[in-house]
């Protein structure tokens, strides 16, 4: 940890890879044993905390954040000071031996709140740049880097994407960072002596974002939370850091852009009540404008203000949104 705090901003990679059918029906990615994922977290340096999986995906928490794995799409979000493109090149040798060949690369971050604290590469992000360049493979040849900036210093949005083809994308993926929690909303991410993980995730009202959703969740000792829903073949995630000064909350997840654009808005509309931030960005990833278009007039009846919105284009990816937003109380 570092010295002054505990850095809740994480990093997040995703990975597309293609294989021939037989081997993605047999399983796809999932074939990776677990030796090889112990291995890549190794060099990412955190370890598996709990999993579980159905029949679309394998999710596991990690000792920071979690790791998704799909036939042909890893996600892997890892916080404090873990050294998350270091998974690259372990994930690129384990994916080839089963046959896989990367396809798309997309890297995300916000604005760590101890950037001093960082090792190489996330020292900063043309570090970052420089690594993925370097390590990701050359048919990779649509790539573009973007710092998207909002109204506060604090809060910019890093993306970086790569891809051999256009994509051909129906899923959306959102992610929110909160800082400045609602301190009594904090403190119930304290443990209690003999609390369970379920009991936490039922007084915060975590348990109600998504009820549909099979929750896999960790209490932190002696505090901290993190979560992976499963909800059919679409995953969420929680990551929690209650300590006064530098508190921090997550929610990512992903949807349809078939969808009722209300589920998602629902959805954001909970976990602002969960957390109650004094700022919040909410970054989406996809290609169609029904989500985000809606997002600030569903939470601004929340006391949350909208503060800026940028958009940018990415050959991979589609459009990429980043809304900032602050609490009226501040
Ligand atoms: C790993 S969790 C959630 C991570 C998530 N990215 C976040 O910060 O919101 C981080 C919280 O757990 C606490 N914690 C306690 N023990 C920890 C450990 N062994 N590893 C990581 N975090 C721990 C940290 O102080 C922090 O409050």
């Not at 999710?59 to 270091?86: A, D, M, P, R």
């Not at 009820?211 to 000792?221: M, Q, T």
Request: with cysteine.
């Amino acid at each position: 940890m570092a010295v002054s705090g505990f850095e809740g901003f994480e990093k997040r990679l995703e990975l597309h890879f293609s294989g021939d059918d037989p081997i993605i029906r047999m399983g796809g990615l999932r074939q990776l044993d677990f030796e090889s994922i112990e291995e890549i977290l190794n060099a990412v340096q955190c370890t598996v905390v709990s999993a579980v999986g159905n029949q679309y995906f394998d999710s596991y928490v990690l000792s920071e954040s979690s790791l998704f794995v799909y036939s042909t799409k890893i996600i892997i979000k890892t916080c404090g000071t873990t050294q998350l493109l270091k998974s690259i090149l372990p994930l690129i040798q384990f994916t080839s031996e089963l046959g896989f060949i990367m396809s798309e690369c997309r890297y995300t971050r916000g604005n760590f709140i101890f950037p001093k604290a960082q090792p190489y590469p996330h020292t900063n992000f043309n570090d970052e740049i420089f690594y993925l360049q370097e390590q990701l493979p050359i048919h990779l040849c649509y790539r573009k880097a973007s710092v998207m900036p909002s109204k506060f210093i604090s809060h910019s949005w890093h993306v970086f994407t790569a891809c051999n083809e256009e994509p051909n994308n129906d899923l959306f993926t959102i992610e929110v960072c909160m800082t400045e929690l609602d301190r009594v909303l904090a403190r119930k991410f304290f443990k209690h002596p003999n609390m369970a993980s379920n009991e936490m995730t039922e007084v915060t009202g975590i348990s109600e974002i998504n009820p549909n959703a099979l929750i896999c969740d960790f209490v932190f000792d002696p505090c901290g939370y993190s979560m992976n829903g499963i909800d059919g073949d679409r995953y969420s995630t929680i990551h929690v850091t209650p300590e006064d000064g530098f508190s921090y909350a997550s929610y990512e997840c992903v949807g349809s852009i078939y969808d009722d654009p209300n589920d998602i808005i629902n959805i954001l509309k909970k976990v602002v009540q969960v957390f109650r931030p004094g700022t919040m960005s909410i970054s989406t990833t996809s290609t169609s404008n029904e989500v985000w278009t809606r997002i600030a007039k569903a939470v601004e009846p929340l006391g949350m203000k909208c503060r800026s919105c940028t958009m940018d284009d990415f050959p991979s990816t589609g459009s990429v949104v980043f809304q900032t937003f602050t609490s009226c109380r501040k």
